[in-house]
């Protein structure tokens, strides 16, 4: 049984309410023993319709529903408008994404926050939310905007006996330069989320920093972070070595995509990820699918889940992985995923 990780006792600041629908989410439906199996689909916002020739029409919200009503799912995750359209077809709890950004090009960058509001809290409740999401791009230009409005969506969720989601991800200029989705970068994002009184933090899983990236990496940590924080060094004694990588690149197959995070052991890993997770002390911490899988789908997600679960994060969102596929084989993933959670070791108080 996993310790030292929060239980729903502690979310004593929380209505009954909001308690209750966390234990639905966690308990009552998906992998279950507090645990918890996210399904995201807020593609044709975040990417633009053009995904559905990707997906094969795979990516269209009846198909993601019916995935969902039919899988092992604590919840399945809509945009707001979708969750109004489709509200009665759902069977199991429902989070309401409440923003989200359109691809328009760099004048879309340029002109208006990249996070937009496409609805309210009071119609999430009206749609029969469990929960409420929201965005957090740690390190963008409207990180104090975000910061802002998350805080005023919090208050109205709460008051209306809903828990906040956030999807804290590292993203800007710095971010950008120096591996968004690194230790450091997700680490900070996690705890980010905690102190902005997020419920249920959504982050991405910490990537090994690529050769290209290294130089801009080490010097923040060094020549930035360092002069004020001197522990914070020990996110560089986490990467592989430059030497490690230098080699990795030399006997890289002609046209094979590198995968860097192949040099890490799964220990080394699941250590990794206990420094994120452990930011979220008393926040539900879940993970990210990550891009599509390539290869033995079930095996590389065994796998990413198992440490995951090993960390001590309470489970993942995965949506692309699940729903990009035909509904017989995204189902069959989705049962691997939740038997690997569903192990006794990896059980909630």
Not at 114 to 130: I, K, N, P, W, Y
Not at 174 to 183: G, I, N
Not at 272 to 297: E, F
Request: hydrophobic share 35%; glycine share 10%; aromatic share 8%.
């Amino acid at each position: 049984m996993i310790e030292d990780r929060p239980a729903l006792a502690d979310f004593t600041y929380l209505s009954a309410s909001a308690v209750g629908k966390m234990h639905r989410m966690m308990y009552d439906y998906g992998p279950g023993n507090g645990t918890f199996l996210g399904l995201p689909f807020d593609q044709l916002v975040e990417h633009g319709p053009g995904h559905e020739f990707k997906w094969n029409g795979c990516a269209k919200p009846a198909s993601v529903i019916e995935l969902a009503n039919t899988g092992p799912f604590s919840a399945v995750v809509l945009s707001v408008g979708q969750a109004i359209k489709y509200q009665h077809d759902i069977q199991i709890p429902l989070i309401v994404k409440l923003d989200g950004h359109f691809t328009t090009g760099k004048i879309n960058d340029a002109n208006y926050p990249r996070h937009t509001m496409f609805g309210t809290v009071e119609e999430a409740v009206q749609v029969g939310a469990d929960a409420i999401g929201l965005s957090f791009y740690l390190g963008s230009q409207q990180t104090g905007e975000d910061v802002e409005r998350i805080a005023k969506v919090r208050k109205e969720a709460h008051e209306a006996g809903l828990p906040l989601v956030l999807w804290c991800y590292p993203r800007g200029p710095l971010p950008s330069t120096t591996k968004a989705d690194s230790l450091l970068w997700c680490h900070y994002a996690v705890s980010a989320g905690e102190s902005l009184g997020a419920d249920i933090i959504k982050t991405k899983f910490p990537s090994v920093v690529p050769p290209k990236q290294r130089d801009a990496y080490e010097d923040f940590i060094l020549n930035e972070y360092a002069p004020r924080l001197p522990e914070v060094v020990h996110y560089l004694d986490l990467e592989p070595s430059r030497e490690q990588l230098e080699e990795y690149q030399a006997n890289l197959p002609a046209g094979e995509k590198p995968n860097y995070d192949s040099l890490l052991t799964k220990e080394q890993h699941i250590e990794r990820a206990k420094i994120v997770t452990g930011a979220g002390t008393r926040t539900i911490v879940i993970y990210s699918g990550g891009p599509r899988v390539t290869g033995d789908a079930k095996a590389a997600l065994t796998e990413s889940t198992e440490i995951i679960m090993e960390a001590g994060g309470e489970g993942r969102i995965i949506g692309r992985n699940f729903w990009g596929v035909p509904i017989e084989e995204g189902l069959d993933l989705a049962n691997t995923v939740a038997q690997v959670m569903t192990r006794d070791k990896y059980r909630r108080n």
